[in-house]
């Protein structure tokens, strides 16, 4: 049976719960304040909320149902999404369907986290059972030292340089001073990236993301909803995601873009090419360059001299991470994953103010998250097109 | 470079104190850490579909099956990528940075995470350099996976990684509990071969002395002879208060052992007293000794790491012909169970050796093959160099172990019908 598209489905009204470094607060202050926006930014009431997605890691002990009591919320379509970096793809996804099958009439995707003190390093023994047994005991302080390894593999496989890496950071740093929603305040040089200290070799200072508290979140409902409640909106022109792809790859080389990226370029009607601009997944510098290979941007092994050709910045050749990504922006726990999801709906609706892509039309988010072990798991991409 | 004698300890400065690294593992897991402590690499293999699996895990990744057994493996495999860490938000890793971890595709079919030994290159070009994995118990008493270089190297056990792993004598202060028995000379001149900086010999009874053999130890360089009687609380205490600051490794070899089990001797004058040594003399040394070793056990480059308890194999199952000296075992590895549970939060290893019938007169009447005591006391070093925690050494108590694990009812049969 032929996959159904995803026409008539649109998203809206992106809000952005301000990041700050640490929080005393709890991870319902931060999905409540993201609903609150919901309704301040739309003019709906949460009563029109029928639908409820929430991706979040710091809510134990409760998960999405918890958080419809907490909040006051009575949808009649729920889904509990905590799947980090890929939660925004696939909140898209599932509400999406749920739109269309008439489940849910506005669905409110939500994802956010707290960061006290000390929650990060007491998140790490714990989040999954491999990371429990095989990861967490050697010390590597959650997934630099995977990714060191990945780096280190591409590095020596594809020649990609740490200033090729450095480049991709400083150009997100660009954006993420353009737009403003930056917890860092200067621009990040190439002898500054390169001079930082190490973390885990290859891996340095700028190529890991600052943890911090915060939230995003935006409305998915139909095309004919949006515009009956005038809300500006963009369109879902194609969807895809894989788990556990290419599992037998002995250190992760392949994403799972790989194996369903033709279906998502059908559905839209469009190739990599006609991206106006993508938010790549920026959890490491070298998973943007996978992404570029993977998603079709490159073929695999040019990606440092794509990234060598291109500027990435709102104004450059192929504009990347336009808010300034995780890398620049900070990592809010599972809004790291709503992050490129809500800056791509900015863009496509004239809300990206001073770092407009000029005439952006079609855009794509990509996701990536849950290092169960020596990678992540689960890869999604959606393509977004403006709605006029 | 081969590691020299620490330096003098400034007295004045505070002595370091343990982290553990993190010790937290599913029930699964510690099939790993149940072959690392008899010095086994072991991971899980599909019974149906024959693949090697990693981490472990309750089904087969690759047919679902659930019929995972442990099967000790050849180690060999190739270093794909390495990182060196320079930052961890563990304290353990934290208070040793940098430290090494590798990624490495076993030839048998898994990717591991591992820590990477100091003489193993890092991963040039895209040639993978061929390593050889060891499973070998953390600090926290937890198997670990570390990449050792193909083919041993020079000083390669001084490593400062692979001496978190391990328990090498070489600089070490060790106490021999009891100087007067072959096996006791066996292992003083065990510890001195294998560099140990100083070695304390307890001796009681010193009437008995003579004809006993110490004199063939008295004259090495690094022993000094005590007198310690297990019996006697006070003795105990005094030795502790005397040289308790400064041991790293406590190896408690002195014991009675007499023979026959219920009947055959009246009285319970002689099981008390296998008791007084064998279980309250362990008792009296751990309680005096333990809390002093686990002050020290992050001390440096030389810090106090081991507890070496000799029992007997017959501790695993009573031996009828010496019934009660199998009691006083069984006592004492229970204890010693005890106390490795006590000292895990220290990272001190509890090592527990269990042979067979050894060849001195006490086993006079027992037959071949008998454990020749300087065979014990090389395999009691060999346990502490790699890191291993429970040691059957010898034919016997390798057969009575795997006997025992194969089922230990059958075993008990076996043995009240006269077998041994």
Request: glycine residues 10%.
């Amino acid at each position: 049976m032929a996959r159904r598209g995803y026409d008539g489905v649109a998203l809206a009204v992106p809000v952005t719960v301000p990041y700050t470094r640490y929080s005393i607060r709890g991870a319902h202050w931060f999905l409540g304040q993201a609903v609150h926006e919901l309704c301040v930014a739309s003019g709906l009431r949460k009563e029109q909320f029928d639908g409820l997605t929430v991706s979040s890691f710091t809510l134990a002990p409760d998960t999405a149902v918890g958080v419809t009591q907490h909040l006051g919320l009575s949808p009649r379509w729920l889904d509990h999404i905590p799947t980090g970096g890929a939660s925004g793809v696939m909140a898209v996804r599932r509400a999406a369907r749920a739109v269309q099958a008439g489940d849910a009439d506005i669905v409110a995707c939500v994802a956010g986290d707290t960061n006290h003190v000390d929650s990060f390093r007491q998140m790490l023994g714990s989040f999954s059972q491999f990371a429990r047994d095989a990861t967490h005991p050697y010390g590597s302080g959650g997934p630099n030292a995977v990714f060191a390894f990945i780096t280190d593999h591409t590095m020596r496989t594809s020649g990609a340089t740490r200033e090729d890496f450095g480049r991709l950071c400083m150009d997100q740093r660009h954006n993420a001073l353009a737009s403003g929603g930056t917890l860092f305040k200067r621009a990040l040089t190439m002898d500054e990236y390169l001079a930082a200290r190490p973390i885990a070799t290859p891996l340095h200072l700028f190529d890991c993301v600052m943890p911090c508290a915060g939230a995003e979140a935006f409305l998915v409902m139909s095309a004919q909803r949006a515009r009956d409640l005038g809300l500006p909106h963009v369109l879902l022109r194609g969807a895809i995601e894989r788990h556990n792809a290419y599992a037998d790859d002995p250190v992760m080389m392949r994403g799972g873009w790989r194996m369903d990226r033709d279906e998502l370029y059908a559905m839209a009607d469009a190739g990599p090419g006609d991206m106006d601009f993508v938010q790549t997944y920026d959890d490491y510098p070298v998973i943007v360059m996978v992404q570029f290979e993977d998603l079709g941007f490159c073929e695999k092994g040019e990606g440092p001299a794509f990234v060598r050709a291109h500027r990435f910045t709102w104004d450059g050749s192929l504009p990347n991470n336009t808010s300034g990504g995780q890398l620049s922006a900070g990592q809010a726990g599972a809004a790291g994953g709503f992050l490129g999801m809500t800056e791509a709906i900015r863009q496509l609706t004239g809300q990206a103010a001073d770092h407009s892509v000029p005439g952006a039309r079609l855009g794509l988010v990509s996701g990536y998250g849950m290092v169960t072990y020596d990678r992540c798991l689960c890869t999604g991409a959606v393509i977004l097109g403006a709605s006029q | 470079m081969p590691l020299l004698k620490p330096r003098r300890k400034n007295p004045v400065l505070r002595t370091r104190q343990i982290n553990l690294p993190p010790s937290a593992r599913s029930r699964v897991a510690l099939g790993l850490t149940a072959a690392a402590a008899m010095g086994r690499f072991e991971l899980q293999q599909c019974v149906d579909c024959k693949s090697v699996v990693y981490p472990p895990r309750e089904a087969c990744p690759r047919c679902a099956s659930s019929r995972l057994r442990w099967r000790e493996q050849d180690g060999a495999g190739a270093l794909l990528a390495g990182t060196t860490l320079h930052h961890s938000n563990d304290l353990f890793f934290r208070e040793r940075l940098p430290w090494r971890l590798g990624l490495v595709k076993l030839d048998a079919g898994p990717t591991l995470m591992v820590h990477l030994h100091g003489a193993v290159v890092a991963p040039q070009d895209r040639v993978p350099a061929r390593v050889h994995i060891a499973a070998r118990l953390d600090r926290a008493g937890q198997a670990v996976l570390i990449a050792l270089p193909e083919k041993d190297s020079p000083n390669m056990a001084d490593d400062p990684m692979l001496r978190e792993m391990s328990s090498d004598p070489k600089q070490r202060k060790v106490l021999v509990t009891d100087g007067m028995t072959p096996v006791g000379q066996a292992l003083v001149r065990e510890f001195a071969r294998a560099g140990a900086e100083l070695i304390w010999v307890g001796h009681a009874q010193p009437w008995k002395q003579h004809g006993s053999g110490l004199e063939t130890i008295a004259g090495l360089p690094q022993v000094t002879l005590l007198p310690l009687d297990l019996t006697d609380g006070r003795s105990v205490q005094a030795l502790a208060g005397e040289i308790g600051a400064k041991v790293d490794i406590v190896v408690n070899n002195a014991e009675v052992h007499r023979g026959f089990g219920i009947s055959a001797r009246r009285g319970t004058d002689v099981a008390k007293l296998e008791m007084e040594v064998n279980y309250f003399g362990a008792l009296r040394l751990a309680q005096a000794f333990g809390p002093a070793l686990a002050g020290r056990s992050a001390d440096g480059a030389a810090n106090a790491c081991a507890w070496v308890n000799l029992l007997s194999i017959y501790a695993l199952a009573n031996f009828p012909p010496h019934g009660t000296y199998s009691a006083s075992k069984a006592a004492a590895h229970s204890l010693a169970q005890c106390q490795r549970a006590e000292l895990r939060g220290a990272g001190i290893r509890v090592v527990n050796v269990f042979p067979g019938p050894i060849d001195d007169e006490w086993n006079q009447n027992l037959p071949p093959p008998k454990l020749a005591p300087a065979a014990l006391a090389a395999a009691v070093v060999k346990a502490l160099r790699d890191g291993i925690e429970d040691v059957y050494p010898g034919d016997v108590a390798h057969e009575w172990f795997e006997r025992w694990r194969d089922d230990p009812k059958v075993l008990e049969r076996e043995i009240a019908a006269g077998g041994a």
